[in-house]
């Protein structure tokens, strides 16, 4: 087997673990899932899976590296905006974005407190957040201004509470109520 070739095949195995973990976790809860009940949903050894997740922690971070990288898009693309009210458009534009497209993780993260609690320790998200608050505000927002911005993401976790909202009003919903929860003065 090419190297090429068994890159691609690990990269759909880790693909696979994040998917299964992700759907114990939300069946389960993260504490009452094992990494050895991972592997026997796959029909993997628990080696196996400790091959590509060396704990059951660097799964849960990895499941959520998408919308860290999101986040870092969002601030990019508020970067590239010249005055205030257009990077909030740009934020609000595009947390809504990312937050439908990953609306089951999301979902499943806040949902279960431990691994919420477990996510917030360990996380990239408030320096992330902050960060964005740079971009909007300046390099020393205010304490309103930061509370607002580290606000938004708690609307992402809002949002799993309205399942019944299709994509399109999810997007809206997020997209004005970012609007509103950031000053633009």
Known sequence: MSPGVRAEQA????????????????????????????????????????????SKLELLQSICEPVYEGVAAIIERAEGRTTRAAR?????????????????????????????GRMKA??????????????????????????AVRSIAVLSDTISTLPALD???ARQLLTRAVKRLLPRR
């Open 11 to 54: 990269r759909r195995t880790r693909a696979t673990i994040q998917e299964i973990a992700l759907a114990l976790f939300a069946a389960r809860g993260y504490d009452a899932t094992s990494l050895q009940d991972i592997a026997d949903e796959l029909g993997l050894t628990k080696a196996a899976v400790y091959y590509h997740f060396p």
């Open 88 to 116: 909030i458009d740009a934020v609000a534009e595009s947390f809504a974005e990312l937050t439908v497209s990953r609306r089951a993780t999301i979902s499943v993260l806040a949902a279960d407190p431990v691994m919420h």
């Open 122 to 147: 360990a996380s990239k998200m408030l320096d992330l957040l902050d960060r964005l608050a740079r971009v909007v505000y300046g390099s020393d927002p205010t304490p309103d201004q930061l509370f």
């Open 167 to 169: 994509d399109d009003e």
